[in-house]
């Protein structure tokens, strides 16, 4: 369990922070990066969620605790020692991935296939979920870029890949099943 009695601890004044083995590392860091982007996207969903209701919400806050586990992850560096830990380190499965892929399934079964490309927005919902769509890539991209240079867990950036996707899908859900989706009209202003 966590106990958090004091919120500001003053280490972090020097532009530095404690990742999850104890290490410090600058603010700045690709990992840091990586899960304060994942952190960024977990807060835009926050936000989404406030337009949702039922099984959305319930597939939404599933997403939510995922993110602070792919977090948790993202800020334990040294997956080679996790046997040696005081603590098991909490790490992202392949499990997680595997439940994002049957849900995308079961919600695209009732959507017609695009035939154009669509902008973001319609529903408040699919709006802010389009949002988390964008924000889901970034944190892929900084957790591909990290794993350029060090460790990172296979299953966060495959998570991050399907998640964006999950979004999407999630997003037509949100136009009534693509009905309300806003379609691109290339060239449409010239």
């Keep these: 369990m966590v106990v958090l009695n004091k919120i500001y601890t003053r280490t972090g004044d020097k532009g530095d922070t404690a990742l999850g083995n104890g290490a410090r590392v600058a603010k700045h860091s690709l990992r840091v990066t990586a899960y304060g982007t994942t952190d960024e996207l ?3 969903l926050g936000v989404a969620r406030l337009h949702a209701k039922g099984s959305m919400n319930e597939m ?6 995922d993110l602070f586990d792919l977090g948790a992850d993202l800020c334990r560096p040294d997956m080679e020692s996790d046997a040696h830990a005081e603590y098991p380190p ?3 499965t392949p499990a997680q991935v595997d439940r994002l892929e ?18 973001p927005g319609g529903s408040a919902l699919a709006a802010h979920l389009h949002i988390c769509r964008t924000v889901a890539r970034r944190a892929e991209r900084c957790s591909v870029e990290l794993a350029e240079v060090e460790s990172v867990n296979p299953a966060v950036i495959k998570y991050l890949n399907r998640l964006s996707d999950w979004f999407f899908v999630a997003a ?5 099943n693509g009905n309300n989706d806003v379609l691109w009209v290339p060239g449409a202003n010239r």
């Design 102 to 119: 049957a849900e995308i399934d079961a919600m695209n079964k009732n959507i017609a296939p695009l035939r154009s490309f669509i902008l």
């Design 172 to 176: 037509r859900v949100a136009n009534e």
């Design 42 to 44: 977990n807060a835009t």
């Design 60 to 65: 939404l806050s599933l997403i939510q605790n």
């Design 90 to 92: 909490l790490r992202a």
